[in-house]
């Protein structure tokens, strides 16, 4: 029996594979620049919160 035949499917898989990966790296890395807009966009957000809201009260003693 030779492996040949057998090997032949799981080889071009592999390469498959390895494709996708890469490309999902590549997708990943493209991705990286949002990632920073979308920290400080939400951080733009907490301090528009903050600015809003009423100022607590003073506590009399």
Known sequence: ???EPYLAPHTLR???LRAEA???RLALAAKR???L???VGWT???V???LASAPP?????
């Open 1 to 3: 029996m030779h492996p």
């Open 14 to 16: 592999a390469a498959d």
């Open 22 to 24: 890469d490309a999902h």
């Open 33 to 35: 620049p949002q990632a």
């Open 37 to 39: 807009r979308t920290r």
């Open 44 to 46: 733009l957000v907490e």
């Open 48 to 50: 528009g919160l903050r």
């Open 57 to 61: 009260k003073p506590q009399l003693t």
